[in-house]
């Protein structure tokens, strides 16, 4: 199974709405985690990251929480805009000899004007 | 700064047709990274170097070969291609441990 998953393939959201997507990890050994946006045709984009030694890091209108309890990371996106519209991406970094992003399958974000 | 550049951009090949998927990255970074992405999955990874001189598989690398030419440059070969190998390549790179990666905008395989 993947270590890194998602609870939602996709979320509908009203352009305005908070929204809040969910991810799994289960290697411990992990002490790095990245969020990605990928939009469509492009490669995914640098979001937000947090480190094992915290449990809130904000952007703007990102936040990203981690609970390292039940192994499980969620981005936060205030005030949603059609611009959002994206596949996200949790990535976590393995620790141990090399750091290697691992992906899970992504959550497809649609956003109604 | 380009950042990281892949070539080419599509790409259809017969059965059984090589190719080298071409990788470049201009931030002078140590690891780079091929990953392979398929309808409703995440990105795979299928090979990696952690830095110039080193290759290493990742979890799809069977029908894969690499080249880690120069700290630039990160090459993916297929020698005979299948059509399992049909897929969106994304190349990336990192600076060091617990960086954020960079992608490449990708490459649009197609095996008929």
Request: glycine letters at 8%.
């Amino acid at each position: 199974g993947e270590s890194v998953g998602l609870h939602l393939p996709t979320l509908s959201v009203q352009e305005g709405d908070n929204s809040i997507i969910n991810c799994a990890y289960s290697n411990s050994a992990s002490d790095y985690f990245i969020w990605y946006k990928q939009e469509s045709g492009k490669g995914p984009q640098f979001i937000i990251d947090i480190r094992s030694n915290m449990d809130k890091r904000q952007g703007q209108r990102v936040t990203v929480l981690l609970n390292k309890t039940v192994k499980h990371l969620s981005l936060q996106i205030a005030a949603t805009q059609p611009g959002d519209s994206a596949v996200y991406f949790c990535a976590e970094n393995i620790a141990g000899g090399s750091y290697i992003p691992t992906f899970g399958r992504g959550t497809s974000l649609i956003v109604h004007p | 700064n380009a950042g990281v550049t892949q070539t080419p951009k599509f790409q259809v090949l017969k059965t059984g047709q090589s190719m080298t998927l071409q990788c470049a990255q201009d931030m002078n970074h140590n690891s780079m990274y091929w990953y392979r992405q398929d309808p409703g999955m995440g990105l795979r990874l299928i090979y990696y170097s952690a830095s110039e001189g080193t290759t290493d598989k990742g979890e799809v690398p069977n029908g894969y070969n690499v080249s880690r030419l120069n700290k630039r440059e990160f090459s993916l070969r297929l020698e005979s291609a299948a059509p399992s190998q049909t897929s969106v390549y994304f190349c990336a790179s990192t600076a060091k441990q617990n960086t954020e990666a960079f992608f490449g905008q990708g490459t649009r395989l197609t095996v008929v």
